[in-house]
């Protein structure tokens, strides 16, 4: 009796296999589709280049959709009202996002920093070194559009673009870390930065305090406008690069593993309640009340209840120490800073499970995510320009209705907003001038 074999991508399925040895197979590695089906299957298995093509394109997405949703988030909280008329309490929208969308903000630009440096395979050598140098330009061209800005109009809002700047510069040290390093430094961060700067802050009581410095303020007191951006500002470097290097962390690691929505999402929310609840019960405890009034001495107990909801109108305590106790939004504090760090971490799992499932109905976040600099910009202009002509509900939708369709059609015609193209090309430029991609290009 003969028992015909056939091939294996043509034998019928009711034909069991021939009995007796089979030749060896090669392990298939996963670099290279496999011989076994090369012949009905293999066009229907993606390459490695394009898997990893893929990859990038979702983290990228994800990260541009991160910067989508600050920056209405930043949006919301710049023109909707602090207070519930009805009820005299703090509204959900200043509840959810004052303080944690300029954060998330910020972690989102580590994470592109990240990206720009190698993501989790660092860049070594020569193109390590010229990343550096184009970060640094960006840093300058930076600070120099801030002042530009400020100049130009009176923001009724502070403007982060001269502190994102100066970020970038003080990061400098930390690009070279890698991911788990930078967590720790992150951790450590969260901790000494709040007494860091509580101390400088004390022993600079006097200086100059300039709430968005212009070119002015640079040639007149250059050490109060360094003294604002990095100690007593709105946005100060010194606290405020914690969540640039929480960025920078997340970047070098791994993003796309199926797990990794989850983890942030959980972690973040942990440590985001974690933080806010703990500082609560400080507060109202008995012992810890005394101590923030002790740090506020000349405070009722109206401005106190309204600092721990709201945070500080202006310069933040400098008597005693007892006001870190509180959680308050853009205090600068160990718990502030941890729970805005926490709730970033769930907003980017929250963010990356989205995009997975339902990229189409971010594509809107996405686009204003691509062009982070103009819309920012562009919203300041619009508040200015509209802000006592029209508040509330109707000012945010009319803000969101013209930025978000501005950055939907400017998608369909260029890769890049107007402001990012110009920054990167002056960047890229300047770097290549002082530090070109071959060493013999010079000559």
Known sequence: MTIEKHAPATVPLDIPPAPGPRPPRPRWTGESASPSVNGAFAEYLPTPAEKRRRLFEQRFIGVHAGKGFALLAMVAVHTLPRLDPSTGEATWTWTLFAGTATALFCVIAGIGLAFDTGANTRYVGRAFDRSLLNIGFQAVLLVGLGLVVNSLVELPESDILVYIGAMYLLALPLYALRGRQLLVVTGVLILLTPLIRYAFDYQLQGAGHYVNPVFSHVFQDPAGVVSTVLLTGSFPALTWITFLCLGLAIGRLTLLRPGTPLLLLTVGLIIGFGAKLTSWFLVRSPEGYNTMRSSMADASQTQIDRFLVFGSDGALPTTTPGWLLSAAPMASTPWSIAASCGFSLAAI?????????????????????????????????????????????????????????????WRRLFSHGPLEYCVSRVATFATQACMPAHPRARS
């Open 349 to 409: 799992g929250l963010l990356i499970a989205l995009i997975r499932k339902l990229p189409q109905l971010l594509r809107p976040i996405i686009d204003v995510g691509t062009m982070p600099i103009t819309i920012y910009v562009g919203h300041l202009f619009l508040l200015t320009l509209f802000d006592s002509l029209v508040t509330g509900w109707a000012l945010f939708t009319f803000e969101v209705i013209v930025l978000v369709a501005f950055a939907t059609l």
